[in-house]
């Protein structure tokens, strides 16, 4: 982008309280992109995100999950078999974030050499 020229951003984030900064606040977690990219394939028992997410605590999934159900991101399904079997999956609103994720990550993956260079440049100066 050229120095003069100013970038503007659609939507108002608006100063802390304000609801759409605080949706914004629900999606932003390292740990709330990383549940939804892999619910986008389909619903998912606890087990298996953990395992999919690798290093995340039990407890941390949980307190994630329940966020996104109460936010209406994510849905919580309880089948009536022993033992109990829970899935997650996306929810309509949820889906929605999938594309917005989708270029975040593909910004990610392609500026990623970038990062890495400005970050060894800072650290040795």
């Excluded at 003069?4 to 759409?20: Q, R, V």
């Excluded at 990383?34 to 389909?42: D, T």
């Excluded at 298996?48 to 407890?59: C, D, H, M, P, T």
Aim: net charge positive; with cysteine.
């Amino acid at each position: 982008m050229e120095p003069n020229k100013k970038n503007k951003l659609n939507g108002t984030l608006c100063p802390s309280g304000c609801p759409s900064r605080e949706v914004l606040d629900i999606i932003a977690d390292k740990w709330t992109v990383l549940i939804i990219h892999n619910l986008a394939k389909g619903s998912m028992r606890h087990n298996e995100l953990s395992r999919a997410l690798g290093e995340i605590s039990q407890k941390v999934l949980t307190q994630g999950l329940r966020k996104l159900e109460r936010n209406g991101i994510v849905a919580r399904t309880v089948y009536p078999v022993v033992p109990p079997k829970v899935e997650y999956a996306l929810t309509p609103l949820g889906a929605s974030l999938i594309n917005v994720l989708s270029t975040l990550a593909i910004w990610s993956d392609k500026n990623f050499p970038q990062v890495i260079s400005a970050r060894k440049k800072f650290d040795n100066e």
